[in-house]
Protein backbone atom coordinates (compact mmCIF):
# COMPACT_ATOMS: atom_id res chain seq x y z
CA UNK A 1 0.00 0.00 0.00
CA UNK A 2 1.09 3.56 -1.00
CA UNK A 3 2.14 5.45 2.45
CA UNK A 4 -0.30 8.29 2.73
CA UNK A 5 -2.26 8.40 6.38
CA UNK A 6 -4.58 10.96 7.47
CA UNK A 7 -4.78 12.31 10.66
CA UNK A 8 -7.08 12.40 12.72
CA UNK A 9 -9.01 9.78 11.78
CA UNK A 10 -12.34 10.52 13.74
CA UNK A 11 -13.44 14.17 15.21
CA UNK A 12 -16.03 15.64 16.66
CA UNK A 13 -16.43 19.40 16.87
CA UNK A 14 -18.24 21.68 17.39
CA UNK A 15 -19.23 24.67 14.73
CA UNK A 16 -17.70 27.59 15.34
CA UNK A 17 -13.98 25.73 15.87
CA UNK A 18 -11.38 25.87 13.92
CA UNK A 19 -10.23 22.54 12.42
CA UNK A 20 -7.08 20.56 10.98
CA UNK A 21 -7.04 17.58 8.87
CA UNK A 22 -3.60 16.69 8.05
CA UNK A 23 -2.36 14.19 5.14
CA UNK A 24 0.98 12.77 5.05
CA UNK A 25 2.89 10.61 2.18
CA UNK A 26 6.05 8.89 2.21
CA UNK A 27 5.95 8.66 -1.77
CA UNK A 28 7.30 11.76 -2.67
CA UNK A 29 4.09 12.07 -4.99
CA UNK A 30 4.26 15.83 -6.21
CA UNK A 31 0.06 16.16 -6.51
CA UNK A 32 -2.16 15.41 -3.41
CA UNK A 33 -5.69 16.70 -3.19
CA UNK A 34 -8.37 17.02 -0.55
CA UNK A 35 -12.07 15.89 -1.19
CA UNK A 36 -14.75 15.19 0.67
CA UNK A 37 -17.85 12.50 0.55
CA UNK A 38 -21.46 13.22 1.27
CA UNK A 39 -24.10 10.44 0.27
CA UNK A 40 -25.55 11.30 -3.19
CA UNK A 41 -22.56 13.40 -4.21
CA UNK A 42 -19.43 10.60 -4.71
CA UNK A 43 -16.19 12.49 -4.00
CA UNK A 44 -15.98 16.32 -4.33
CA UNK A 45 -12.72 17.82 -4.79
CA UNK A 46 -12.25 20.80 -2.23
CA UNK A 47 -8.34 21.83 -2.89
CA UNK A 48 -5.29 20.26 -4.44
CA UNK A 49 -1.27 21.17 -4.64
CA UNK A 50 0.82 20.75 -7.61
CA UNK A 51 3.60 21.67 -5.65
CA UNK A 52 5.37 23.02 -1.94
CA UNK A 53 3.65 26.02 -1.63
CA UNK A 54 1.95 25.29 -4.76
CA UNK A 55 -2.21 24.94 -4.67
CA UNK A 56 -5.49 25.59 -6.41
CA UNK A 57 -8.95 25.45 -5.37
CA UNK A 58 -11.62 23.04 -6.00
CA UNK A 59 -15.22 22.78 -6.82
CA UNK A 60 -16.32 22.88 -3.47
CA UNK A 61 -13.36 25.22 -1.51
CA UNK A 62 -15.77 27.79 0.21
CA UNK A 63 -14.68 27.49 4.00
CA UNK A 64 -11.29 25.67 3.51
CA UNK A 65 -8.02 26.58 3.28
CA UNK A 66 -4.88 24.32 2.48
CA UNK A 67 -1.01 24.90 3.01
CA UNK A 68 1.26 22.58 2.11
CA UNK A 69 4.89 23.69 3.43
CA UNK A 70 6.78 20.32 2.55
CA UNK A 71 5.80 17.61 -0.11
CA UNK A 72 5.46 15.12 2.59
CA UNK A 73 2.69 17.43 4.32
CA UNK A 74 -0.89 18.50 2.78
CA UNK A 75 -2.85 20.51 5.55
CA UNK A 76 -6.83 21.13 4.89
CA UNK A 77 -8.06 23.69 7.51
CA UNK A 78 -11.95 24.51 8.32
CA UNK A 79 -11.51 28.06 9.41
CA UNK A 80 -14.87 28.35 11.37
CA UNK A 81 -16.60 24.88 11.21
CA UNK A 82 -19.93 24.67 10.04
CA UNK A 83 -22.63 21.72 10.09
CA UNK A 84 -22.23 21.46 6.62
CA UNK A 85 -19.06 20.62 6.71
CA UNK A 86 -19.52 17.17 8.25
CA UNK A 87 -18.59 14.80 6.26
CA UNK A 88 -15.74 11.76 5.29
CA UNK A 89 -13.11 13.74 3.81
CA UNK A 90 -10.10 11.65 1.66
CA UNK A 91 -6.94 12.78 1.32
CA UNK A 92 -4.93 11.46 -2.56
CA UNK A 93 -1.95 11.54 -4.02
CA UNK A 94 -0.48 11.00 -7.31
CA UNK A 95 3.00 11.37 -9.17
CA UNK A 96 1.52 13.33 -11.95
CA UNK A 97 -2.00 13.94 -13.74
CA UNK A 98 -1.60 10.79 -16.01
CA UNK A 99 -1.48 8.09 -13.02
CA UNK A 100 -3.31 6.62 -10.54
CA UNK A 101 -4.62 7.84 -7.00
CA UNK A 102 -3.55 6.46 -4.05
CA UNK A 103 -6.04 7.50 -1.22
CA UNK A 104 -5.43 8.00 2.99
CA UNK A 105 -7.99 6.20 5.03
CA UNK A 106 -10.26 8.80 5.32
CA UNK A 107 -11.50 11.17 8.22
CA UNK A 108 -14.85 11.04 9.51
CA UNK A 109 -15.78 14.78 10.62
CA UNK A 110 -18.77 15.78 12.93
CA UNK A 111 -19.78 19.65 13.35
CA UNK A 112 -22.60 19.75 15.94
CA UNK B 1 -21.61 18.17 -19.83
CA UNK B 2 -20.24 16.32 -16.58
CA UNK B 3 -16.36 15.32 -17.18
CA UNK B 4 -17.51 11.47 -16.16
CA UNK B 5 -20.80 10.02 -16.45
CA UNK B 6 -21.81 6.72 -14.90
CA UNK B 7 -25.04 5.24 -14.24
CA UNK B 8 -25.36 5.29 -10.15
CA UNK B 9 -27.13 1.77 -10.46
CA UNK B 10 -27.56 -0.85 -7.79
CA UNK B 11 -26.98 -2.78 -10.02
CA UNK B 12 -28.11 -5.96 -8.39
CA UNK B 13 -27.06 -9.52 -9.49
CA UNK B 14 -27.12 -12.70 -8.13
CA UNK B 15 -23.42 -14.72 -7.79
CA UNK B 16 -21.76 -16.13 -11.17
CA UNK B 17 -23.19 -13.52 -12.92
CA UNK B 18 -21.85 -11.42 -15.56
CA UNK B 19 -22.49 -7.61 -15.18
CA UNK B 20 -21.13 -4.65 -17.25
CA UNK B 21 -20.86 -1.06 -16.64
CA UNK B 22 -20.36 2.08 -19.00
CA UNK B 23 -18.15 5.41 -18.29
CA UNK B 24 -18.55 7.95 -20.83
CA UNK B 25 -16.26 10.77 -20.27
CA UNK B 26 -15.85 13.88 -22.05
CA UNK B 27 -12.33 15.31 -22.66
CA UNK B 28 -11.50 13.54 -25.66
CA UNK B 29 -7.89 14.38 -24.19
CA UNK B 30 -7.96 11.70 -21.96
CA UNK B 31 -5.03 9.26 -22.52
CA UNK B 32 -5.28 6.42 -19.60
CA UNK B 33 -8.18 5.33 -17.57
CA UNK B 34 -8.79 4.10 -14.05
CA UNK B 35 -11.14 1.68 -12.78
CA UNK B 36 -11.61 2.26 -8.55
CA UNK B 37 -13.41 0.30 -6.26
CA UNK B 38 -14.99 1.86 -3.08
CA UNK B 39 -16.45 -0.18 -0.28
CA UNK B 40 -18.56 0.92 1.94
CA UNK B 41 -17.27 3.75 4.64
CA UNK B 42 -14.03 3.24 2.66
CA UNK B 43 -11.42 5.06 0.69
CA UNK B 44 -11.45 3.99 -3.42
CA UNK B 45 -8.65 1.85 -4.21
CA UNK B 46 -7.15 0.53 -7.79
CA UNK B 47 -8.76 -1.95 -9.58
CA UNK B 48 -7.40 -1.50 -13.01
CA UNK B 49 -5.56 1.12 -15.14
CA UNK B 50 -6.14 1.18 -18.94
CA UNK B 51 -3.60 2.91 -21.17
CA UNK B 52 -4.24 1.55 -25.17
CA UNK B 53 -7.36 -0.03 -26.00
CA UNK B 54 -8.15 -2.39 -23.16
CA UNK B 55 -7.13 -4.51 -20.43
CA UNK B 56 -7.84 -7.86 -18.89
CA UNK B 57 -6.89 -9.04 -14.86
CA UNK B 58 -8.98 -12.37 -14.12
CA UNK B 59 -12.13 -11.79 -13.45
CA UNK B 60 -12.16 -8.29 -14.60
CA UNK B 61 -12.24 -6.72 -18.02
CA UNK B 62 -12.02 -2.74 -18.75
CA UNK B 63 -12.54 -1.88 -22.70
CA UNK B 64 -11.92 1.75 -24.04
CA UNK B 65 -14.15 2.96 -27.73
CA UNK B 66 -11.99 6.50 -28.09
CA UNK B 67 -14.01 7.14 -30.73
CA UNK B 68 -17.40 6.89 -28.76
CA UNK B 69 -15.61 8.29 -25.52
CA UNK B 70 -17.02 5.65 -23.31
CA UNK B 71 -15.01 2.70 -21.39
CA UNK B 72 -16.51 0.07 -19.62
CA UNK B 73 -15.97 -2.69 -17.33
CA UNK B 74 -16.41 -6.26 -17.40
CA UNK B 75 -17.21 -8.71 -13.87
CA UNK B 76 -17.56 -12.08 -14.68
CA UNK B 77 -18.77 -14.92 -12.15
CA UNK B 78 -19.63 -12.21 -10.03
CA UNK B 79 -18.68 -12.58 -5.89
CA UNK B 80 -20.47 -11.52 -2.95
CA UNK B 81 -17.12 -10.09 -2.26
CA UNK B 82 -17.28 -7.76 -5.63
CA UNK B 83 -20.42 -5.53 -4.29
CA UNK B 84 -18.66 -2.23 -3.75
CA UNK B 85 -18.89 1.10 -5.84
CA UNK B 86 -16.65 1.33 -8.94
CA UNK B 87 -15.48 4.50 -9.79
CA UNK B 88 -13.95 5.51 -13.54
CA UNK B 89 -11.85 8.08 -13.64
CA UNK B 90 -10.06 9.05 -16.81
CA UNK B 91 -7.04 11.13 -17.35
CA UNK B 92 -5.57 13.34 -18.97
CA UNK B 93 -2.68 15.03 -17.93
CA UNK B 94 -2.08 18.85 -18.88
CA UNK B 95 -3.65 20.81 -16.20
CA UNK B 96 -6.72 18.51 -16.27
CA UNK B 97 -7.63 17.44 -12.69
CA UNK B 98 -8.74 14.02 -12.04
CA UNK B 99 -12.47 13.79 -11.70
CA UNK B 100 -14.40 10.88 -9.74
CA UNK B 101 -18.05 10.96 -9.98
CA UNK B 102 -20.50 9.13 -7.79
CA UNK B 103 -19.37 5.83 -9.20
CA UNK B 104 -21.63 2.61 -10.12
CA UNK B 105 -23.07 0.23 -6.97
CA UNK B 106 -22.90 -2.87 -7.52
CA UNK B 107 -24.72 -5.58 -5.39
CA UNK B 108 -24.05 -9.42 -5.61
CA UNK B 109 -26.39 -11.24 -3.69
CA UNK B 110 -26.52 -15.23 -2.72
Known amino acids: DAGITQSPRHKVTETGTPVTLRCHQT?????MYWYRQDPGHGLRLIHYSYGVKDTDKGEVSDGYSVSRSKTEDFLLTLESATSSQTSVYFC???????????FGQGTRLTVV | RKEVEQDPGPFNVPEGATVAFNCTYS??????FFWYRQDCRKEPKLLMSVYSSGNEDGRFTAQLNRASQYISLLIRDSKLSDSATYLC???????????FGRGTSLIVHP
Open chain 1, 27 to 31: ENHRY
Open chain 1, 92 to 102: AITQNLYTEAF
Open chain 2, 89 to 99: VPSAGGSYIPT
Open chain 2, 27 to 32: NSASQS
